[in-house]
């Protein structure tokens, strides 16, 4: 079955750019995006079709998919990024597949 | 506004079953697909089915497959999923998510706030 692996956490200062992987077997085929999840709350997709921002999204969250690896970008971090992300993609064998997480710590 | 409020979930003993709602509102319900997501209480998530706008298509993960069974009634804008069989590894929050539209892949664009289901003696 396919899978994707993000790292379990990344740590940025605020203001500065912080970049969250996804890795998977030929994942720039496929299309990727990504779901933040603050604490007790639910997920909220921040990043779709591998770098399409939902309306309502701050320009500052930025993605990008090529080869094995797909990127999430959030620029001038803040505060309230502080947050777990998960990356998604399509397979056929598996339909949806999430990494497991990643805990962006703002410092 | 987009709403998803799903309910039905609570302590059940292993080898008991449970239904699971989700209410849908703000939206042309019958023009989407819809999945369920659940998540493990300070873990990560796992998709668990799809089914589609017509419900002529239905996925399930291999967990549940077989003990699990997805449903809607597109008339009263619900989402369900009938969940038999339960075990200890079934305990989860477990969101129901809409899948987007004329978007290329998969993507969950709305979220419901999630029922959290204990299987436990």
């Known amino acids: 079955s396919y899978e994707v692996t993000q790292p379990p956490s990344v740590s940025v200062s605020p203001g500065q750019t912080a970049s969250i992987t996804c890795s998977g077997d030929?994942?720039?085929?496929?299309?990727a995006c990504w779901y933040q999840q603050r604490p007790g709350q639910s997920p909220v997709l921040v990043i779709y079709?591998?770098?399409k921002r939902p309306s309502g999204i701050p320009e500052r969250f930025s993605g990008s998919n090529s080869g094995n690896t797909a990127t999430l970008t959030i620029s001038g971090t803040q505060a309230m990024d502080e947050a777990d992300y998960y990356c998604?993609?399509?397979?056929?064998?598996?339909?949806?597949?999430f990494g497991g997480g990643t805990k962006l710590t703002v410092l | 506004e987009v709403q998803l409020v799903e309910s039905g979930g609570g302590l059940v003993q292993p080898g008991g079953s449970l239904r699971l709602s989700c209410a849908a509102s703000?939206?042309?319900?019958?023009?989407?697909?819809m999945n369920w997501v659940r998540q493990v209480p300070g873990k990560g998530l796992e998709w668990v089915s799809y089914?589609?706008?017509?419900?002529?298509?239905?996925y399930y993960a291999d967990s549940v497959k077989g003990r699990f069974t997805i449903s809607r009634d597109n008339a009263k804008n619900s989402l369900y999923l009938q969940m038999n069989s339960l075990r200890a590894e079934d305990t989860a929050v477990y969101y129901c998510?809409?899948?987007?539209?004329?978007?290329?892949?998969?993507?969950?664009?709305?979220w419901g706030q999630g029922t959290l289901v204990t299987v436990s003696s």
């Open positions: 079709q591998d770098s």
């Open positions: 703000g939206f042309t319900f019958s023009s989407y697909s």
């Open positions: 089914i589609s706008s017509s419900r002529s298509t239905i």
């Open positions: 998604q993609a399509w397979d056929s064998s598996t339909y949806v597949v």
């Open positions: 998510a809409r899948e987007g539209i004329e978007v290329a892949g998969t993507t969950f664009d709305h």
């Open positions: 030929k994942l720039g085929d496929k299309y």
